[in-house]
């Protein structure tokens, strides 16, 4: 083992809960510095299969939280059969509600309340609490006998128990049905801001990744957001990537079988190369469902998947604009580091949008493809 494998690799593990059968098993969690020491990202990985109020009103300090909702029909996330809502706001007793029936992200801002997330299910859902801070915590609140409220901390650094939670093991389906047709909900649309609806996307790079896919695009995509990341099944083997590193934000490439619930359901070898320096790195090889964080200023790649049943990939970055620092060689000797961004360029078929590297406009692959090569313009280009 080397330095990488050892600290910088975590293995999920199926985990079973006892909250209530409206949550499908297993589930698999990576629970930032407690799984890995110095890690700054918190997420989960749930799949919901009956209806539940999930959830009380709390906020988090400091750290932004991302809830994720998708289809469970994997690759296709937009098989969205559910409804539902997510209180938010500033004051607690003036929450507003975002109703969610597609596909979509909701960014909670540190100190935003938030909660209850009203779920209510007609077809299997994924969520994924996305938190980016090392140590999970929250703050709820609690009435006093005399009226007034007692503020809760709750955190995986006292180890308390998140006692909404422990409510839910007498879980009841029959106790949530569905939203009446002419529900009332105060929503003003003040904070119809944080909600991101993702849309259907298709990358033309080759046949190696499942259609449709879904992509949040940072900043570019989600305004004020911190989060990049794509949801993609890789259904054949492939290289990826050159060797680049990135400046100054944590990266978290995640490898689950697509099966949800079960991303257990796993048969592949990844293959990655990580270090300080490009020409001694280390090479990391899991076969597992996994975290690998990617350390600020590290470099990596490339990856080489090797695929027997399909897996899904998740790169996750935490900052709002994507970009990589990478070397090339210069006539003279020596090297020349350049930059490459989410910031650089226009999309050549709709210029009024940024491009997302979807693949369709381009004459060939460019130059940080997988061998650093130009190829012939392949039949889609035209």
């Known amino acids: ?6 600290n910088c690799v975590f293995e999920l593990t199926p985990e079973h809960s006892d909250w209530g059968e409206f949550l499908a098993r297993p589930s698999a969690y990576f629970r930032g510095n407690l799984d890995m020491p110095g890690a700054t990202y918190h997420v989960g990985f749930q799949t919901f299969v009956k209806s539940v109020d999930f959830e009380e009103p709390h906020f988090h300090m400091a750290a932004d939280e991302y809830l994720v909702f998708l289809g469970a029909n994997v690759p296709d996330v937009f098989d969205f ?4 809502e997510v209180d938010i706001g500033e004051d607690p007793d003036h929450m507003e509600t975002l109703v969610i029936d597609k596909a979509a992200v909701v960014k909670v801002p540190p100190y935003m309340w938030h909660g209850p997330i009203r779920f209510r299910i007609k077809k299997p859902v994924i969520f994924q609490q996305a938190y980016f801070d090392g140590t999970w915590s929250k703050v709820s609140r609690r009435m006093k006998p005399d009226g007034g409220w007692d503020y809760i901390y709750c955190g995986e650094d006292v180890g308390s128990v998140n006692t909404a939670l ?4 007498d879980y009841n389906e029959a106790d949530y049905p569905d939203f009446a047709p002419d529900r009332v909900r105060v929503n003003t649309g003040k904070y119809e801001h944080l909600k991101y609806e993702l849309p259907e996307m298709v990358t033309y790079w080759g046949d190696w990744c499942a259609k449709p896919q879904a992509y949040m695009h940072g900043d570019h995509d989600f305004p004020g957001s911190h989060y990049h990341i794509g949801f993609q099944v890789f259904t054949k083997s492939v290289p990826m990537e050159v060797p680049h590193f990135h400046h100054h934000a944590d990266e978290y490439l995640v490898f689950v079988g697509p099966h949800f619930p079960d991303v257990f359901d796993y048969d592949a070898t990844v293959t990655m190369f ?5 020409e001694n790195m280390e090479r990391i090889v899991v076969d597992k469902p996994c975290v690998i964080r990617v350390p600020a200023g590290t470099w990596h790649c490339p990856i080489y998947f090797n695929i027997r049943k399909p897996l899904m990939f998740q ?4 900052d709002g604009i994507w970009h990589k620092i990478l070397r090339r060689e210069k006539e003279g000797g020596g090297w020349e580091y350049y930059y490459e961004g989410d910031n650089l360029r226009h999309c050549r078929l709709e210029p009024d949008k940024w491009c997302n590297i979807c693949g369709k406009c381009f004459a060939g692959l460019n130059e940080t493809a997988k061998d650093n090569k130009a ?3 392949p039949d889609w280009a035209e």
């Not at 083992?1 to 050892?6: E, F, H, L, S």
């Not at 422990?166 to 093991?169: A, D, G």
């Not at 790169?315 to 935490?318: E, G, K, N, S, Y």
């Open 375 to 377: 190829y012939a313009k």
């Open 315 to 318: 790169a996750t970055w935490l």
């Open 1 to 6: 083992m080397g330095y990488y494998q050892d």
């Open 81 to 84: 059969d559910a409804v539902i």
């Open 274 to 278: 990580i270090g300080k320096d490009p």
């Open 166 to 169: 422990e409510k839910l093991k």
